[in-house]
């Protein structure tokens, strides 16, 4: 995708997580993010059977998912949810 990449957002419980999380398993956050500031629709959709629900993300690595809201308007995501199975 070209252009600017999309300014990330993390919520109140979600930089909770982040905050607490391994230094590894940060680090693969943060990749994933990167990954998803550059395209936001490169990871699935999170309900597939929902049809308003295109802008909510899910993607997962290992032990380590994630869930982000693309705001279109202000081209920016917002990370709603990490969960660490570690």
């Known amino acids: 995708m070209s252009g600017q990449p999309y300014a990330v957002r993390v919520s109140a ?9 391994p230094d590894h398993a940060e680090d693969t956050a943060w990749d994933i993010l990167t990954a998803a500031a550059d395209n936001p ?10 049809q308003e629900g295109e802008d909510v993300r899910y993607a997962a690595v290992g ?5 982000y809201w693309i705001n279109r308007h202000r081209h920016s995501l917002t ?8």
């Open 41 to 50: 629709w490169v990871f699935p959709q999170f309900d597939a059977d929902d």
């Open 13 to 21: 419980a979600a930089a909770k997580v982040l905050g607490a999380l």
């Open 79 to 86: 990370v709603l949810n990490i969960v660490w199975l570690g």
């Open 63 to 67: 032990q380590l998912s994630l869930t």
